[in-house]
């Protein structure tokens, strides 16, 4: 099928039309549209204050614009006085930072192994060597069990003081924000 020049020039005309008016839209867009958000919009936003599980009212009549100022205010100081930003990545603890669980578990448990079988393997077929053997044997296995129970324990042990932790300084920089947000016409809860 051909078409005709005439509708060719029109489509090219309503083509370069749309361009234009496209490229004008662009122009006259707001630079940054965080700013051109309708108050509807922006509640949808989460607070600090909310992230931290800490309730805010604005007890003077204060504006959810001015209520988000003040929180970036308050975060700022209590960061400041704390020393705590909760909102930065807890360090992570590495293995060179953590003691080694007492060792020779396996030395320890192979002796024991040696000598009790020594004692058995002598009483029971008059062979002491073979009976310390494999009570040696039996040893080694038992002490890396033990072994490997310590390091478990120890690395829960050490979670959990990490979580205690974490949770106290939380809760210092949630009085800490909360005290600032009263100062500035709050209710806190």
């Keep these: 099928m051909m078409?005709?020049?005439?509708?060719?020039?029109?489509?090219?005309?309503m083509l370069l039309g749309s361009a234009a008016l496209l490229s004008q839209a662009r122009a006259q867009a707001p630079a940054n549209p965080v700013t051109a958000t309708t108050p509807s919009t922006s509640a949808s936003v989460p607070s600090i204050a909310k992230s931290l599980g800490l309730v805010v009212y604005p007890a003077k009549g204060q504006t959810p614009g001015q209520q988000s100022v003040d929180e970036q205010e308050c975060y700022n100081w209590s960061k400041s006085q704390t020393g705590i930003d909760p909102q930065s990545p807890a360090p992570v603890?590495?293995?060179a930072e953590e003691p080694n669980p007492a060792?020779?578990?396996?030395v320890r448990s192979a002796a024991r192994g040696a000598a009790a079988g020594a004692l058995v393997g002598e009483v029971a077929n008059n062979d002491a060597d073979?009976?310390?053997r494999v009570g040696a044997a039996v040893?080694?296995?038992?002490?890396?069990?033990q072994?490997?129970?310590a390091r478990r324990a120890q690395e829960q042990q050490s979670q959990d003081q990490a979580q205690a932790?974490?949770?106290e300084q939380r809760e210092t920089f949630k009085k800490a924000l909360g005290t600032c947000m009263q100062g500035r016409g709050y209710t806190t809860g």
């Design 130 to 132: 073979e009976g310390a």
């Design 103 to 106: 060792g020779g578990q396996r």
């Design 93 to 95: 603890a590495t293995a």
């Design 165 to 167: 932790a974490q949770n």
């Design 147 to 149: 072994k490997r129970e």
């Design 139 to 145: 040893g080694v296995v038992a002490g890396g069990r």
């Design 3 to 13: 078409r005709r020049p005439s509708a060719m020039r029109a489509i090219g005309a």
